[in-house]
């Protein structure tokens, strides 16, 4: 089965990190074949390139720019007229707006994956309406609630993101290797956010709650995501006055864009990410699962699906005081942490090992192409 997945390509977050997990977990699944049709150059292109696969570009694309729309969908149709894929998918409203047309033109099957959660409403999605998918899968029952406000006759299904466990090597070396490289000692205890820099990650919630721990010695905050927009760089400029107005400056490192994360987490003891808008899945949560780390976050949103009991604290959404009593609990309590950190590995393991969800997507598709090949 020779798929086309579509997308816009110049950031990178979680969609991106699904698309390289797809390229990378390649062998998994041996019936799929994954091809990429981006508009942009950039990080998403290059990781994907650097792991064999077949990135095509289409070119740039505003949409207050119409030519450039007209140009990439003539590059989708010789593409698709080139390859012979037997179906495409698109990755969020943008490119299911701009390409499902020449998808449908062309008589492939079309397959909406849908990442965030819709309301039906915004522009971009009521184009992206007029063309609805034969199928939308989607990242989380959350998500899944919603697709009926942008497709209420199409069929949907959830399917967790596949997310690989990491080979760090030597967790030891790397945790102190980290640690010197970041001036943190090897006793301090590290709470870690991984994330894009966008408010509703909850970055200022976290600080916030850090502010009201500054009595507690041992512990330091590091937070990885580098700014990709514009808005971001302002947000940043916020959060680092925020530190100095708290008087934690010193215990809040800003790490930037980081290509390191396994080794990052495996270096830290707990990770924190108080939404305060909800997420629709959260690769960052599985990752740090992964990584052996007791997850806080909000009780909103996709974060519900994934943290329970066993691994993790979810406290209410913008609740400060809340969130500083659990982190205290947690910094304060090692044999606490190791006991959430023991039940991280198997709750991501159950929900998203790649070998079970790439094989669940292969399933899902496969009915899609024989449903297709009948008519």
Same mark, same amino acid.
Request: charged share 20%; glycine share 6%.
């Given at each position: ?37 981006? &508009? ?15 990135? +095509? ?6 949409? @207050? ?24 998918? &698109?990755? @969020? ?28 409403? +915004? ?93 507690? =010695?041992?512990?330091? &905050? ?18 680092? !006055? ?23 987490? !495996?270096?830290?003891?707990? +990770? ?5 808008? =909800? ?8 990752? !740090? ?42 910094? @304060?309590?090692?044999?606490?942490? !190791? ?37």
């Amino acid at each position: 089965m020779k798929i086309l997945h579509v997308y816009a390509g110049n950031l990178f977050g979680g969609i991106e990190t699904l698309l390289v997990t797809l390229a990378k977990e390649q062998s998994l699944c041996s019936q799929m074949q994954h091809h990429f049709a981006l &508009c942009f150059e950039g990080r998403l292109a290059k990781e994907l390139r650097n792991l064999g696969a077949k990135v +095509h570009l289409l070119g740039k694309v505003r949409i @207050s720019r119409p030519w450039t729309v007209w140009k990439a969908r003539q590059q989708l149709q010789q593409l698709l007229k080139q390859e012979g894929f037997d179906l495409v998918i &698109c990755h @969020s409203c943008w490119p299911q707006a701009i390409f499902g047309s020449v998808v449908r033109a062309n008589n492939l099957p079309l397959v909406f994956w849908c990442h965030d959660v819709p309301n039906g409403e +915004h522009p971009l999605e009521r184009w992206a309406k007029l063309v609805p998918p034969d199928l939308v899968i989607a990242n989380s029952r959350y998500t899944q609630t919603a697709i009926p406000k942008l497709y209420p006759q199409t069929r949907s299904d959830t399917l967790y993101l596949p997310v690989t466990s990491p080979n760090i090597g030597n967790h030891t070396s790397v945790r102190h290797e980290i640690r010197a490289e970041l001036n943190t000692s090897d006793d301090a205890v590290v709470i870690i956010q991984v994330s894009r820099l966008e408010r509703l990650k909850g970055q200022n919630v976290l600080i916030s709650a850090l502010g009201e721990l500054r009595d507690i =010695p041992g512990w330091i &905050c590091w937070i990885a995501g580098g700014v990709q927009r514009s808005h971001e760089t302002k947000y940043l400029e916020e959060l680092e !006055a925020q530190v100095q107005e708290l008087g934690i400056a010193e215990r809040v490192l800003f790490l930037g864009q980081r290509s390191d994360i396994p080794s990052l987490l !495996a270096a830290a003891d707990i +990770h924190c990410q108080p939404n305060t808008k =909800p997420e629709t899945f959260g690769i960052a949560f599985i990752e !740090a699962l992964y990584a052996g780390l007791p997850v806080v976050t909000t009780a909103i949103g996709g974060g519900m699906e994934i943290i329970d009991h066993s691994c993790g604290h979810l406290v209410a959404a913008n609740d400060i005081d809340a969130l500083s009593k659990t982190l205290r609990i947690l910094i @304060s309590n090692p044999g606490k942490r !190791a006991s959430l950190a023991s039940g991280g590995k198997q709750r991501a393991e159950y929900l998203c090992n790649p070998q079970q969800q790439i094989n669940r997507l292969y399933s899902l598709l496969s009915q899609l192409v024989e449903k297709a090949s009948v008519a």
